[in-house]
């Protein structure tokens, strides 16, 4: 049995014959599944955001906006700086790039300097003007679109590399550069971001900061709040906040770059960035196990991380229904003959490829051994490295041609992972309204990071059916709050799941947090309607 | 010439004739150098801080301690969980390791649960008693001490680990636990706490997170800014934020627990920790090698993050008049036949010892053929390990044999570092005051953490002298800031640093940090004189 085992781990080890997939393009890795907390159906038509979710009350406080405000906005930015009661052009600012949510603005601002920023905010505040930063604005969670006619700050203009130290490998730049520019910058340079996400052609460094990006390389690199080195923060009054480290150690007083790595523009804008920046790796491998058990899925991870340690950079898994819900909507290449209820994907990335091979080989049998994974293939070259990362990253765009979706983005001790997805699957089945074929649920598909404890649990429906949301929420949240866990991994909250905070955060917090609010923004224009509960 | 240095390398590095170092006990690594701004000499009489450094004016907004009170507080902690005016037992809380700092408490006490600090606190709040927290006093600039007559509340009753999940690696645990002890629990499972540090044997997890300690594994596992997941911190009013989180991703709300890493028991009492550890290493190496420049010890360190890259856990440097102040108290082990101006320790970490054995071979061959090192040696048993890292450790305590000592902990861009101390030996011979043979200062002595841009600049004099102070600071502070540095790279403020802030911070810094500090903590009662300048 072990022989059989271990000869059809050999074989597939070396399997060259994987004929690309057929997918569709623009497929965004798992990372940008959008989350929209309640649900989406394939809705083309995009409608204010508050008309689809009425209650939505403009605040008294916000002055409107008058013609002397938009001449002295071009005083700052000059006549082609801005933006200004053009609906055609004013429409991709006001919209977010699943035409989920949709706001009113009127003037779109585009400041090329710090110093402009802070000439607009301190007018701003003076006017009690509210402001909307925006950076590449491929948020999910409706959080860089205004709501009302909340001016849209735009950071696109702030875009300069400011420096680059190749002896520590420390970035400063301005926080509207584009992701995917700085990486190809660093690239000719040995290094690379110590982020990466579906959005990277896009999105904005500045923008990963505000939102506290995750995406794909946390398991290895850590979160922002660790690579972060230093700031530079527009205030909501205006003053600018020089934070720009580029040193590592630096213990001289409250780390308050911090508040603002995660804070969704509610309490200053983010203009520039100092990032530690780690080598590119020489040698990159990716390879599939299929299994039979979340159990053996745990397992497979905990031993991944004694082999594999230190080349580990990804271990992403998804059930059999995540496939199946693949293959209904597309045609991904069979890369193993039998189907099983489990697969992980596993990248490794090092500096010396023999060795990472050998760990990796190593890990690959031990595993097939001792019998936690059912069958394994590696990738041999580049293409095949693509082509297994894109089954990961096939399952939006599928969930995406289904009638319905319910989406969530939740993180949770990674032992409880699963038992989530089951029990819903049974509480759904309870409810009458998952397991018949009339059923509104068609099926409960779950895939996402195991190294980070983040799942994306997805209820597909042939319908948006009240009583399916009635059973999902609160019982979901309910259900990750119980379990410690987050009903917003790493998608923040924007104006889709600010009402929910209370699930993930106990009032201590959420009155500590408003009282921050209030200290840094004491008139309120900053990204207001989101972020935190409005009672 | 290639061909000998070749050999030379081969040679070195199978030595396995190091015989033991003759080092006394109690070394400290660099990490916990002491750092006193000013200097220290060899004084061995404890005098009272507000006696040393006159200026200090106890805050007559605090209430005197009276019987009452520590009747209420027994009622709290019990007759066992305090220690009232009993000057023998008082004396290790009043007093810090280094017999630097003295304050007059007459009371500590010794709490055993999160309850029972939140009703110390929220007596203390309401009757405005003022409250020093205390880890295990291993603090290096007086942070955990008190000033004047301050209540010293002490963590280490609350020393119990709370749970671990050997899935992820994240360990809970309260704030009184010892670093070591930690370690060393989980090294049964195979894990390791991501920091480490001299004072591992005494300090707590607690004190190490509200003094964002450093230390030896920061290149490798990043700040604790990046691996403390979750923390309890009772607040200065009693109340208990509960943001112990054990999600790697979680994005609701303001990252609050940020606020509380480094802020030196200034806005609450850390009193539980989550944190993410990483695997303990199979294989470690240690190499030495000589080098002529700082120039080549910048190239060695960019070339080790190419070819060690993953494994690379540690890049130390010290120059030769570091090692011969160590000759001059000590009599350390001829590790090589010559002497160089500049050496660095490296040590590597990794999951497979043939495969790190090779990287390091390969990479100080390289060293050696490209002409950046001149010499190396590698390890070959944990006790020749021990005996390389003895020699990087040693400086501390020869330098404390000096007469006197001025020593400054300060963090720079690396192409920066060692200019520093170049041109502080030019200002001090340029003032009159170094290069002769009377002159008070008898040399300039460097060392630290290449990796982390981490300098430990350290005058030996053979007298304080005021002459001496007057052309070192602040000259040097002005330096430090000239070149973006920090004038404390992992030793905070306390009160030692505290005026000094102004060279590391800017006064829109400084105000957002007193605008923190007043709104947690309103009445001024936590860690007063402290880490914030007074005025």
């Known amino acids: ?75 700052i930015v000059g006549d082609n700086g801005l933006i200004y009661n053009n609906e055609d052009d004013l429409f991709p600012y006001n919209t977010d790039w699943m035409h989920k949510f949709r706001g009113k603005s009127q003037l779109v601002l585009k400041p090329k300097t710090t110093q402009q920023v802070s000439d607009i905010m301190k007018y701003c505040n003076q006017e009690k003007l509210a402001v909307v930063p925006q950076g590449g604005n491929t948020g999910l969670v409706g959080g860089s679109v205004p709501v009302f006619d909340e001016i849209v700050l735009s950071l696109q203009g702030l875009n300069k590399i400011r420096g680059f130290d190749s002896v520590s490998g420390i970035l400063t730049a301005d926080a509207g550069c584009v992701l995917e520019v700085l990486d190809n910058w ?59 480290s580029t040193l590592r150690k630096d213990n001289t007083g409250y780390d308050l770059k911090q508040l603002f790595i995660g804070s969704e523009g509610t309490i200053g804008i983010i203009t520039g960035v100092s990032i530690l920046t780690p080598h590119r790796s020489k040698a990159v491998n990716v390879a599939l196990l299929g299994l039979n058990s979340f159990e053996d899925v745990q397992k497979a991870f905990k031993q991944s991380r004694i082999e594999l340690s230190e080349i580990l950079s990804a271990f992403e898994f ?118 018949n074929q009339d059923s509104a649920v068609t099926d409960v598909v779950a895939y996402g990071h195991v190294g980070d404890g983040n799942l994306h649990l997805n209820i597909a429906a042939n319908r948006l059916d009240n009583q399916v949301s009635a059973l999902i929420e609160p019982y979901l949240f309910e259900w990750v709050a119980k379990h410690q866990g987050s009903i917003s991994a790493e998608h923040g909250l924007g104006v889709a799941k600010n009402e929910f905070l209370g699930y993930s955060k106990s009032p201590v917090m959420i009155k500590m947090m408003k009282s921050m609010k209030n200290m840094l923004d004491p008139n309120g224009i900053m990204n207001p309607y989101k972020y935190l509960p409005s009672n």
Request: proline residues 4%.
């Open 186 to 244: 660093l690239a000719e340079k040995g290094y690379m971001m110590p982020l990466d996400l579906g959005a990277k052609g896009s999105c904005h460094i500045g923008g990963n900061i505000a939102t506290n990006a995750g995406g794909l390389r946390l398991l290895r690199y850590g979160s922002l709040h660790g690579t972060v080195l230093g700031l530079e923060v527009v205030l909501p009054d205006g003053t600018v906040l020089d934070n720009m």
């Open 1 to 75: 049995m072990l022989a059989s085992r271990l000869r059809l781990v050999s074989k597939r080890l070396a399997f060259t014959t994987l004929r690309p997939i057929a997918l569709k393009t623009c497929i965004k890795p798992a990372s940008a599944v959008p989350n929209l907390v309640r649900s989406y159906s394939s809705e083309k038509q995009v409608s204010y955001t508050v008309d689809k979710f009425p209650g939505y009350v403009r605040h008294e406080n916000y002055k409107k906006l008058s013609e002397q405000d938009v001449e002295y906005f071009k005083s």
């Open 318 to 435: 998804w059930d059999i229904n995540a496939l199946q819900m693949f293959k209904k909507h597309a045609t991904p290449k069979d890369v193993m003959q039998n189907e099983y209820p489990f697969y992980v994907l596993i990248e490794t990335s090092g500096s010396n490829k023999d060795h990472d091979d050998e760990k990796l080989t190593t890990y690959l049998e031990n595993m097939m051994v001792d019998g936690v994974a059912e069958d394994g293939v590696v990738a041999q070259d580049e293409t095949q490295i693509r082509e297994l990362w894109s089954l990961r990253e096939g399952f939006t765009e599928a969930l995406g041609k289904e009638p319905a979706v319910y989406k969530y983005d939740i993180s949770m001790p990674v032992p409880k992972l699963y038992e989530c997805v089951q029990d819903m699957r049974q509480h759904l089945r309870d409810g009458g309204v998952f397991g």
